[in-house]
T-cell receptor, first 116, second 114 residues
């Protein structure tokens, strides 16, 4: 079974600074997808960024980028120029490539605080 | 506007009662999912459905039941057999297929059982 581990329960970053959230996963499959979701205080889950395992290039979305290390099974999220609105819970998630409706396996989350 | 609605936002029930959580989507998605979220834990899959009249158990299906009579609707019933029903419940949907479609989430329902 796949597992996703987020070893940082809480992180803090100053506004305008950069922070990196860690995620490791365990799988025996070679093709899969990885996601970072954001859950603000409203508790609405919002997709931040996605990565296909077969792509070597790291995904980027504006201020958000990932460092995908397939051999190490690591998938960290970097947030640049942090803003107060970035404060939220961040969840790393894994999805198998096969299967038409495949479940997401989530980590336990990292709570990010953004300070002035 | 397209999206997923869950109602109500907060739900209170007495122990021993069954309760049904609503999930409706107008995104024309084939697949729908129910997750449970507890403090300090990530989301865990309860049930999912790929098409109408079909659904599969997730990781923590015991004490829950679902139906999928319409493409737009995927209600979740929390039965009295569920030992710890108090939690935050999230519904999600996605297009069906092998492309890396994201799952779109509803706003959630907070269920409190006393």
């Amino acid at each position: 079974a796949q597992t996703v581990t987020q070893s940082q329960p809480e992180m803090s970053v100053q506004e305008a600074e950069t922070v990196t959230l860690s995620c490791t996963y365990d799988t025996s499959e070679s093709d899969y997808y990885l996601f970072w979701y954001k859950q603000p205080p409203s508790r609405q889950m919002i997709l931040v960024i996605r990565q296909e395992a077969y792509k070597q290039q790291n995904a980027t979305e504006n201020r958000f980028s990932v460092n995908f290390q397939k051999a190490a099974k690591s998938f960290s999220l970097k947030i640049s120029d942090s803003q107060l609105g970035d404060a939220a819970m961040y969840f790393c998630a894994y999805r198998r490539h096969t299967g038409t409706a495949s479940k997401l396996t989530f980590g336990t989350g990292t709570r990010l605080q953004v300070t002035l | 506007d397209g999206g997923i609605t869950q109602s109500p936002k907060y739900l209170f029930r007495k122990e021993g009662q069954n309760v049904t959580l609503s999930c409706e989507q107008n995104l024309n998605h084939d697949a729908m999912y129910w997750y449970r979220q507890d403090p300090g834990q990530g989301l865990r899959l309860i049930y999912y459905s790929q098409i109408v009249n079909d659904f599969q158990k997730g990781d923590i299906a015991e004490g829950y039941s679902v139906s999928r009579e319409k493409k737009e609707s995927f209600p979740l019933t929390v039965t009295s057999a569920q030992k710890n029903p108090t939690a935050f419940y999230l519904c999600a949907s996605s297009p069906r297929g092998t492309t890396v479609y994201e799952q779109y989430f509803g706003p959630g329902t907070r269920l409190t059982v006393t």
